[in-house]
């Protein structure tokens, strides 16, 4: 086993590359870094895939920092009043490193969302259902910066490549657009920007910390989601060969969407988690994880729909 600066760098190297998607108008999303996997592994030129899936369940309404009671809300209301939002996304990601200090990485996100709500001025749900691919990413990294390579940046861009015309299937809203916010895509390029580093607290625990903004860099068909910051702190146990317990901080704020397709009123959150799992080594080339995300704190603007846990699980295989 390798000390545990050393494997933490490859942790870092892919997780910062973690999806984090839109919270705005519920669509609330895993901001786990999932690649700890790797952390016996050198930094090195390579090829590596992973494979993650997430599934979360949004089916608690809130605003500001309390949950709301849907009975005590009478119909028809003013106010959207939304039920359920079950999230199953899948994400392919290729991470590629020609040297140690630097790397690039794409990922192919797959969507499958379900949705239910009462529009205002309604008696009834309204259903959507949709699934497809969402906004792949591109990311390069340097962390040329010392020997120890223990600090890097990251730079990218999200692409355009989700789908933004799906409508209600059922109910009252039927054939009429989805929210912008709750679409497998924005439709608009992202700036992606962060910094990390990582070490050793002692020969069996490492530790990781990472920030990563997200800049919305035009608009499409009058929406233009928030700005976006994800930061991500860790500790992992490093003493066991097969088995390494991770316990991470997971910390996402946005802004308010905007433009006239925006559901401004019901859009931004500042949302935390408590992230404990685990890491096993299969084989010499095979990896996997999984993790649950608790929250423990939640604001969000408005009215919008939020989960009381999130589930992740992947693998990784690396060349």
Known sequence: MKPAGTAARPLLLAALLAPSFASACSSCGCTLNSD???????????????????????????????????????????????????NRNTTLSVDYAPSRAWGVNVQLPYFDRYHSTIAPGDTALSYSQSSG??????TARYQGFSPEAGFGVLFGVKLPTGRTGTNFYAGPQAGTPLDRGLQLGTGTWDALLGVYDFGSLGPSVGYFAQAVLQQPLNSDSGFRPGTGVNVTAGLRYTAWSRITPQF????????????????????????????????????????????????????????????????????????
Do not use: C
């Not at 901080?249 to 992230?275: C, H, I, M, P, Q």
């Open 36 to 86: 700890w996997a790797s952390q016996g592994y050198s930094v090195g030129a390579g090829l590596r895939f992973d494979l993650r899936y997430d599934y979360f369940n949004q089916s608690q309404l809130r605003s500001g920092t309390d949950s709301v009671d849907r009975a005590s809300l009478e119909l028809p209301n003013e106010r959207e009043i939304q039920q359920t939002t079950v």
């Open 133 to 138: 691919m969402g906004d792949a990413r591109i």
């Open 248 to 319: 991470q901080f997971n910390l996402r704020a946005e802004k308010r969407e905007s433009g006239v397709n925006a559901d401004v009123a019901n859009s931004g959150a500042t949302l935390a988690y408590l992230s404990p799992g685990i890491g096993f080594r299969l084989n010499a080339h095979w990896d996997g994880f999984a993790f649950i995300q608790l929250p423990v704190y939640q604001r969000v603007n408005g009215f919008q729909l939020e989960p009381e846990r999130l589930f992740s699980v992947g693998l990784q295989y690396r060349m």
